[in-house]
């Protein structure tokens, strides 16, 4: 896993690679998901132990990415049919992460009137 920075050339529309950075990108924490455990292989690459950790198939075959879900709408069909990527093995940041869903909707609900 790594991030991979590009630009878009004006004239001829094509992607360039600028830079790469080996490290991990947010949404790696989902790929026990899909069949590999990503993180557990890196520390244990880190550890000097390379191991490929494969997991269980996957129950969903979509995520919901959480709050972005909630922004986009509140009232989405996805929500109670797809995996939602809720922190729910970190209480505090999951609460913390509640509240400010809170607020930016109903910010967004000001705003519209």
């Known amino acids: 896993s790594s991030g991979i920075d590009c630009i878009i050339c004006k004239d001829t529309n094509r992607a360039y690679v600028i830079e790469m950075n080996p490290r991990p990108t947010p949404p790696v924490h ?10 557990a292989a890196l520390v244990s690459i880190a550890r000097g132990t390379p191991q490929v950790y494969v997991s269980e198939p996957p129950e969903h075959e979509k995520v919901i990415m959480y709050p972005g879900e909630l922004f986009r709408d509140p009232n989405s069909d996805y929500f109670g049919k797809y995996y939602q990527d809720i922190p729910s ?3 505090e940041l999951e609460k913390e992460l509640a509240a400010y ?11 519209l009137g």
């Not at 869903?101 to 705003?111: F, H, I, P, S, Y």
């Open 101 to 111: 869903a809170e607020k930016r909707l109903l910010e967004k609900k000001e705003k």
């Open 30 to 39: 989902l790929s026990p998901l899909f069949g590999e455990n990503l993180p």
């Open 89 to 91: 093995d970190d209480p």
